[in-house]
């Protein structure tokens, strides 16, 4: 499927996830087969693009394309001039948040928030749209269900942002006051793909190349967009695309590839975060990595007390050559988190 004019190579894509989606973990998502990947969220307020956390999300340097870039908030004016800004920093598609439920933005609740006040969100994509046309920039929207079970959306929502240029549409089949608690519903998912001609992307609780292959039939979704479980297991990608292309699933990886990529992923970390910050925020991806590795509970609680990083990356080799002495090959499957630890995370990374 194509966004404007850029061809992907297939569709299982990495879902924004702040404090997850860096630039080395989304190439990384890309290495191992995902098909597109966007930033995590950047504010659209001015005040904030020279922080360094935002400045850090701003920079694409050496990125594979195209580059999308996340924006959030609540005011059209500042939504269009945060888009003209991502786009000087190198941003060739432009997703619009409407489907984050934790992130307030000028005292303002943004992301899906912003599905309650349709007037607004109208306002906002136009408003979007009409910057990055002049640039021949794609405009993307990624939302829920709606606001709350009785008052689902995203139908309207969508052909809305259809009218106004949107030119694809994710959905997470939850509604934002679900949060992240029960499972996602994929009908409000088929629901949109049918009113909209522009590509549609199912997204929430997709969790293996079988699922993936489910929802895309129930839905009938051009695409499917991975989060939760594509946390310390970035290989799903290319399970899931084998999966489709063939119908059989992949062996699991290889322990001693898994090692290699971690310890190149980590690198990739230290040098975009540098050395204290890096350390300290590795932790969450080693954990994700191990956590359903024989001996990985003990290996988390040891590795959580190292803060220097050429200590904790040779831990983390150690504890995959142990590993290996055991196995060849990864064993078992991660499963998502239980929706509690997601809320957790969700109110320390965005
Ligand atoms: C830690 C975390 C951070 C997230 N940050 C964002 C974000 O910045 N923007 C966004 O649109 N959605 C965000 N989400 C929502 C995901 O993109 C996705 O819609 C949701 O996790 C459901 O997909 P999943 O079941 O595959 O995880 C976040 C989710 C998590 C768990």
Redesign the pocket.
């Known amino acids: 499927m194509n966004i404007g004019p850029y061809l992907l190579p297939n569709q299982f894509f990495v ?6 989606t860096d630039r080395p973990f989304r190439q990384l998502c890309k290495k191992l087969g995902a098909g597109y990947a966007v930033s ?2 950047l504010t659209s307020r001015p005040d904030l693009w020279h922080t360094p956390k935002t400045t850090r999300r701003a920079n694409h340097a050496g990125e594979t394309g195209p580059i999308a870039v ?1 924006i959030a908030g609540t005011e059209p004016l500042l939504m269009s001039e945060a888009a003209a800004y991502n786009i000087d920093q190198g941003a060739q598609i432009i997703d619009i ?1 409407m ?2 439920p934790a992130k307030k933005v000028c005292n303002k609740w943004a ?1 899906s928030a912003l599905m309650q006040d349709e007037a607004l969100a109208l306002h906002i994509i136009e408003a979007v749209v009409a910057v990055c046309a002049a640039r021949a920039v794609p405009v993307t929207l ?1 939302m829920r269900t709606g606001w709350c079970p009785s008052h689902r959306n995203a139908v309207a929502l969508a052909q809305a942002a259809e009218r106004a240029g949107v030119q694809m549409i994710t959905v ?1 089949g939850r509604s934002r006051e679900q949060g ?1 608690r029960g499972q ?1 519903e994929y009908d409000t998912i088929a629901a949109v793909k049918a009113a909209v001609r522009v590509p549609v992307v199912a ?4 969790d293996s190349p079988e699922k993936a292959r489910q929802v895309m039939a129930v839905t009938q979704a051009d695409a499917v ?5 594509a946390q310390g297991r970035p290989w799903i990608f290319r399970e899931m695309a084998h999966f489709m292309a063939t119908g059989t699933l992949l062996a699991a990886p290889l322990v001693a590839e898994i090692k290699q990529l971690a310890v190149e992923h980590l690198q990739d970390h230290y040098a975009l975060y540098g050395d204290f910050l890096g350390v300290r925020t590795a932790r969450k991806h080693i954990g994700w990595y191990v956590k359903t590795l024989p001996g990985g509970a003990d290996f988390r609680a040891r590795m959580n007390l190292i803060d220097d990083c050429r200590q904790q990356i040779t831990a983390v080799a150690d504890f995959f050559d142990s590993l290996n002495e055991l196995t060849d090959r990864i064993p078992g499957r991660i499963q ?1 988190a239980s929706a509690n630890e ?1 809320e957790k ?2 109110e320390t ?2």
């Not at 879902?15 to 997850?20: D, E, N, S």
Request: hydrophobic share 35%; aromatic share 4%.
């Open positions: 879902a924004p996830m702040a404090g997850v995590e969220m996340q948040n489907g984050c992301g990624k997470h992240y996602a997204n929430g609780d997709i967009m991975i989060g939760r479980a998502n997601e995370q969700m990374t965005t």
